[in-house]
């Protein structure tokens, strides 16, 4: 009887340790960025179920090279849901790729993501609108501010109505959304709001690598 008591007191004080507990958010570095992709896997991460093999992690970096997907954060940072924030990526991109990160908008299965804003990551895939634009808002339309085969950073600030993009650093394109604003495109719903983060592997042609993807919530 006296074992089994300590049998049971032995499983209760495990399941109260910290080994027992769920995984812990990551915690922000000392100027208040998170870390969104940790290196080794796509945890906090959900792809699309059209074209899923199309992400992949190698050597690090987030590969984005097959069919149309897309990849949602969907880990505990802000419980995915963003509103005023730096994001930044690092970027690489290969001859023709084309791919995109998206702010603002959430998880859907198939398709195009119908929410949110996607900003451009293209240097030299045939479409005009290049790195740095806010896709069919306000395009940097045909010289990219990057260039393939070399890594850059793109950053996107929103700030209420106002977003703000740079690349490595430079400001390549700013925007303030009107009270009244409706897109001309059909995609109503891709405006500032608030949401989640997505990237977009665009074609079986297109390559691109991430090998950093942190935020900064702005309070």
């Given amino acids: 009887m006296k074992f089994a008591l300590a049998s049971v007191a032995l499983l209760l004080g495990l399941a109260f340790t910290p080994f027992a507990q769920a995984a812990e958010a990551p915690k922000p570095d000392k100027d208040g960025w998170y870390q969104l992709f940790n290196g080794k896997n796509l945890d906090g991460w959900k792809v699309t179920e059209?074209?899923?093999d199309t992400f992949k992690v190698v050597d690090g970096e987030i590969v984005a090279h097959g069919e149309a997907a897309h990849i949602f954060y969907e880990g505990p940072v802000e419980n995915h849901n963003f509103k005023n924030f730096e994001y930044e990526c690092e970027v690489l991109t290969k001859p023709k790729a084309n791919s995109g990160m998206y702010f603002h908008t959430k998880y859907q299965p198939t398709g195009w993501p119908s929410t949110g804003i996607e900003t451009q990551v293209n240097n030299t895939h045939g479409d005009p609108k290049k790195t740095g634009s806010l896709y069919n808002i306000k395009n940097v339309m045909d010289k990219s501010p990057a260039k393939d085969d070399e890594w850059f950073t793109q950053n996107i600030t929103v700030k209420d109505n106002h977003?703000?993009?740079?690349v490595n650093g430079e400001v390549v394109n700013e925007w303030d959304q009107p009270a009244d604003f409706k897109r001309e495109d059909g995609w109503q719903d891709a405006k500032i709001g608030s949401g989640t983060f997505a990237l977009q592997g665009?074609?079986?042609?297109?390559?691109t690598h991430y090998r950093s993807v942190k935020v900064k919530p702005l309070k």
């Fill in 50 to 52: 059209d074209n899923p």
């Fill in 163 to 166: 977003v703000t993009v740079k």
């Fill in 202 to 207: 665009h074609d079986p042609g297109s390559e």
